[in-house]
């Protein structure tokens, strides 16, 4: 017997967060405003991607975009006495999206979009000497499919993304839409917890 095989999962997974105030307001209210404006930039990426295969009337339907709850975490790394992080994950798919490759120009074409976005929110990189300190908003690309890049603008996947329990609980709280969230089993004898 021969089994189908999968079609990869080319999906985006994008974490955002902020923990202080910013040209946008308070870190929810950042985030919330910048939330329409991260949807738009992929869209426009996504078009720019497949622009033979999509078109202009579904524009906006081309891809699904699955947002996780606001998180309050507490700073990880960075100088002591931050404020707690406010963070959320959005994880991006499409069927028209899925027939892209991942490629490492397309990536680093969108996190500067990204980047683009963190500078209208008030957020200034250039400030090298505080590794980790506070952030107006922290757009960070985490995955896209299993694309790996290695380069001084992006890293894929995100080298500290099983350290990143601000990423780790918003993204599972996303999977467990689609697939149903895992159940707990009384503790067993045989199995130490």
Known sequence: MTYAKPKPELKLVISIGANIP????????TITAIRPQIEKSIIQWNVALNCQTIQAQNIDKSLSFEWAPLFETDPVGGPT?????????????????????PNEKA????MKKFLELEKIAGRERGNTETTWGPRSLDIDFISWGG????????ILPHPRLSERNFVLTPLSEVLSKTQGKPRRIKPQNIWPE
């Open 107 to 110: 990536a680093i074409s969108l």
């Open 22 to 29: 910013g040209i946008l307001g308070d870190p929810i209210r």
């Open 147 to 154: 694309l790996q890049v290695n380069t001084k603008t992006l």
């Open 81 to 101: 006495h931050q404020p707690k992080f406010i963070n959320t994950v959005v994880v991006v798919a499409g069927e028209e999206f899925a027939t892209v490759k």
